[in-house]
């Protein structure tokens, strides 16, 4: 007879573990966790033990920062020690760029409550004598850093997690796994037999991509040899020795009760083949490779001269897993409902195993984590990602990106080129310098000279900035022409097509044929999914339409409410069949005029409506909306036809002053607008009440989901508001999360920043607590200052868009 729980956690690991203990702690006791060896034999064991909080955004900073609280409760909690230790840390820098990074880091320490100092190399000395300040320029003092025991910690999770009833089954792999209906049933066992189940959890690690190729689910992450030495014991060595990382050597070092562990980040890691007859052995050891390793040694010796005279007792060489874009696979797969990843972390496993832990045991419980963690959703990625050649390609990188520069606008060179538009050989002609942010090759501005083609990446400012300034300023004052193909396009299809859309959309979609509506879809909660437009091509078929990024969650979402509600309807992504143009500025319609018998008036074509006309030698569909506030039309094209429409428009242009434009221009552009971007200036935690998007709701109709919650917040105020800002004499290089300052007292961060290349404006966006009583105007009354890597800056609340307040270009 089968068994059967609730839930499957397939590896005993830390992170497996981790979550096992958090699910005990919600008093979810139904669960097997199964492990095809013994308990931490796969790469848990091996673990250097490194417990380090600071992150360079908010909530992986929450996430990380859990270890520091849970780890020294875990013996009062359990009877088992966790060997966790408080040593402080040090961030080294070698450049001044490396220093203006750690500025930055700093501010995310300060306002999370953490104890941090920038520190000179004379510091560097006093604290830790046994180091080597020669070629250092300052350090990031953590004094939160520390670290633990890897196998302790799983013994306290085991611990805790069979006490309070969840079975453990050691010896016991995976097998294959039974799906009914579009979601997972069963686990089939190596014994052959099958465990029953609503839930699976796949932790994996190294192992977890042949796991989820098990049931069809990619789960992109690739294993490498992961190396390290311990020396010998160390006379006098500092008691306890801080954790240092030494980024841009690539190494880190800890002590280990009177010894030291260094290891690094390398870039061409060795690839770790899990199907190989090695790759199933438990407390897997691997040959050793000083050749590889060479220059983490000598990294080492020149940072700690005593190592010069001491021995090394073990060279650890064991697989470790990590990702394209070094970012842990975290959710539930938008390929199979019930089956969830918490793997890839990229050599955090045991520091990310508290806060991983908590936040997948919510997402399985609640339906989703405390914090928003797009950012580390599997959902960012789609199949193409899991291939064995992009995982093996971006090896080259992504290993050595944990610990390099993380240069603003940084663009990856392995693995790039796996997905090109239509147009991409017409724009590379025309001098497009390519970035690939969401997988796709597209155009990030045009060069002009030698010069501008090649990326000089900087902490200040951008070299790009007079090419995107160049192309923002000829738009608006005649044409320009954007790429937009990488957009996500969903098809809605079926008799309860338009009833979905309903449920879904807080704005209203029962509109004529040919309308674009832009609308939020929300969750039960009132936080934005989805920031969508929706258009109606007739009474039964809808196209949504939302950002690049987002494809596989947005197609996710929209399909498994349909069949949560038994809808009849047909849900398709036709993403890579049309191919999108965005004309847009002040000529956009003259120019598209001569080349079509369609009338494009404002009257024939008003602003967002769509219609299907011949533009050139194709036939296309025209919407009216725009996402850089300029008069503009999105051409939507077959793929096959592509190419002779971009030509068309090429030709035509020169007597309208047409400008070829990158997203770097577009970005500038919605910026000086206002218009927000979903996974940076809203998400699954902000409702459109707070985002200043409740035009985007339609308040008298009813039924769509998060309803109630949205009418409640609107009654009792919020607490917080997505403000628009300018900085004052200034132009900083703004990003996201700097700290926003109001009268004096910290008050939130950014969200998303650049530059207003029409404008000349620094701007940014970014949520700014309040009390719920408080109006918009009481805010935009204060005074409100920025941190930019250690630099205040003045800055000016904006009541409208800098550019085009009243949306008169956009309209005309």
Known sequence: MAESARIVIIGGGVIGLGIAYHLAELGVTDVILIERNQLTSGTSWHAAGIVGPLRASLNLTHLARYATELFPELEAKTGQTSGYQRTGGLWLARNDDRMVELHRIAHMGEVTGMHVEMIAPAKIAERVPSLSVEGLVGALWVDEDGQANPVDICAAYAKRAKTAGIRIMEGVGCAGFEIKEGRVAGVKLSTGETIRCETVINAGGAWARDIGALAGVPVPLQAVEHMYVVTEAIPGLEQPFPIVRDLDEGIYIKGDSGKLVLGGFEPHAKLFHTKSVEGNRPFLELPEDWEQFEPFMTAGLNLVPVLGEIGIRHFMNGPESFTPDTRPLMGESPYLRGFFVAAGFNSTGMMSSAGAGKAMAEWVVDGEPGLDLWALDIARFDRSASSKYFVGARMEESVADLFRMHWPYKQSKAGRDARRSAFHRQFAEAGAVFGAPTGWERPLWFAQTDDEREFHYAMGRQHWWAAAEREAKAMAESVGLFELSP?????????????????????EIDVPVGKAVYTQMLNARGGIEADVTVTRFDATHFRVTSGAATRQKDLAWIKRHAEDRGLEVVVSDVTSSEAVLAVMGPLARELLQSLTDADLSDAALPFSTSQLIDIGPANVRGTRVSFVGELGFELYVATELAERLLAAIIEAGPSFGLVQCGHFALDGCRLEKGYKHWGHDIGPKE??????????????KTGFLGEDVLRQQKTDG??????????????????HDEPIYRDGNYAGLTTSGGQGFRTGLAL??????????????QLLSCQYEIAVAGERYRLKPLAQPPYDAAGSRLRS
Not at 487 to 507: E, M
Not at 720 to 726: D, V, Y
């Open 487 to 507: 957009f996500t396009k969903i098809d809605v299809q079926g008799r309860d097509a338009l009833a979905l859309l309903q449920y879904l959309s807080a704005n």
């Open 718 to 735: 919020v607490t917080k508001r997505l403000m628009h800002f300018a900085v004052e004499g200034a132009h900083p290089l703004l990003l």
């Open 764 to 777: 940014c966006l970014g949520y700014i607590a309040c009390e719920p009583g408080e109006s918009r105007d």
């Open 687 to 700: 409702t459109p009440l707070e985002a200043g998007l409740g035009f985007a709701v339609a308040w008298k």
